[in-house]
């Protein structure tokens, strides 16, 4: 609710988002590569309705982004080796299961 206390507005929020620090226009890279792999990349990344550039774009931008991934799924990891579940000792029982039908 705006003007509430501990309201953040969506601006400020979108400032601080990650994303707000990157620059708005793209650098350009140089790659050397062998012939043979340039086409059959090229290939493949047509194949998945991408020009190159796409794909090593989408590419970077997900190898950019490992680490933060990489951490929120040790994150995670933690959380649940940590949690003693809910199943309060229950456990699968092939038996009864059939047994049921």
Excluded at 21 to 44: G, W, Y
Excluded at 56 to 71: C, F, H, K, T
Excluded at 72 to 91: H, V
């Amino acid at each position: 609710m705006p003007g509430s206390r501990g309201a953040t507005s969506h601006r400020a929020q979108i400032a601080h988002h990650p994303c707000a620090e990157l620059p708005l226009k793209p650098k350009n890279i140089t790659l050397s590569i062998d012939e043979k792999v340039l086409e059959s990349a090229r290939k493949a990344a047509g194949a998945m309705g991408k020009s190159l550039n796409q794909a090593v774009r989408d590419y970077l931008e997900q190898l950019a982004g490992a680490p933060q991934l990489a951490a929120e799924l040790q994150a995670f990891e933690t959380s649940a080796l940590g949690t003693l579940g809910r199943l309060r000792g229950w456990k699968f029982d092939y038996e009864e299961t059939n047994r049921r039908k």
